[in-house]
């Protein structure tokens, strides 16, 4: 990357696009309403069973102008979700900034490892063991979706429920991988603690991105 862009990168007025595109909101609070994905490249958090590791690396995705997201975007839909990848890793003032001039809704898929940047309306958090959220962010998410993985998963999930705020709605999702043998524990898990709510991939079933 040279140095000039890497520079618009890092302000904030480009950002690595990996793919952007209009679907259903296939989890959370949010599932089975329509919006437009705008996914951005680079992760260092390193989830082993992330499904799109293809997004780690920034510099094989394409630097693009953030005023040519938005106008984008905002053509398809006034809700937008960005995600990644790991899109704190970046500075979101300007991203949100050209959405909310245009009236769009800005939602975030987070893992809150880096400093929470940009307007939200809604800001889901998706705390990993590996990179542990920055403390600002749990007062401030929405919605907390804790994936487990396997049984120790559950404790780890409590642990994160426990920093965010009463009004945050909680969410167990089973990693894709191991649905079969993660949902009936969630299940049973979610009727034993009414606080959690189950959260399903539903775009996976549905076959859509």
């Known amino acids: 990357m040279q ?31 329509a919006a437009y994905f705008v996914r951005i490249g680079g992760c260092d958090v390193g989830c082993h069973w992330c499904d799109v590791k293809e997004s780690w690396n920034a510099d ?41 001039n245009k009236g769009v809704q800005t939602h975030i898929e987070t893992s809150g490892a880096y400093q929470l940047t940009g307007e939200w309306d809604w800001i889901c958090l998706s705390p990993k063991k590996i990179k542990l959220p920055k403390e600002e962010i749990y007062d401030l998410s929405d919605e907390l979706k804790c994936i487990i ?42 009727m034993k603690n009414p606080k959690w709510k189950v959260s399903l991939q539903t775009h996976k079933y549905l076959n859509i991105p």
Request: charged share 25%; net charge negative; hydrophobic share 35%.
């Open 60 to 100: 094989v995705h394409p630097p693009t102008a953030t005023s040519d997201i938005v106008k984008n975007a905002s053509s398809y839909s006034d809700v937008v979700v960005v995600t990644g990848g790991e899109p704190l890793t970046w500075d979101m003032t300007l991203l949100t900034k050209g959405f909310k």
């Open 3 to 33: 140095e000039s862009i890497r520079k618009l990168v890092n302000k904030g007025e480009m950002l690595p696009l990996m793919e952007e595109f209009y679907t259903i909101q296939g989890e959370g609070y949010h599932k089975g309403t």
């Open 149 to 190: 993985y396997n049984k120790s998963d559950f404790a780890f999930a409590e642990e994160q429920a426990a920093k965010v705020s009463d009004t945050c709605i909680l969410y167990l999702q089973p990693e894709w991988s191991v649905r079969e043998k993660m949902i009936p524990l969630i299940v049973n898990y979610v």
